[in-house]
C-alpha cells in the first residue's frame, strides 16, 4: 500500500507522529495519541510503530489518559484506513 511506503521513508526514531484514532469530520471532536518514535517493530504481530505518548487528545487535568504510556501505531490497517491517518509532526 502506498501509505506504507511512504510512512517508512519518512518516520524515522526520535520523530514525533500524531496517529488518528478515527477519521477527523466535522461536527466530532478529534480522537488521537501523539508521541516519539521508539521504533519500528513486529513485536505485537502487525508491522507498528512503537512509541512513547506526550499527548493524547481525551487527556484532561485530572485524567492523563494514555499521556507516558507505550503505544504501538500500526502502519497499516484493514479498516478505516486513510490518509493521512499518520502524521510525522518532526518533519
Known sequence: ??????????????????????????????CFVEGVVERETNEQGYDAYKITVTKDSWSDATDKGRVGKIVYVPKRVSFSEFSGRIINLSR
Open 1 to 30: 500500500m502506498m501509505i506504507e511506503k511512504e510512512l517508512k521513508m519518512i518516520v524515522k526514531t526520535g520523530d514525533v507522529i500524531r496517529s488518528y484514532d478515527f477519521k477527523p469530520m466535522v461536527g466530532r471532536d478529534d
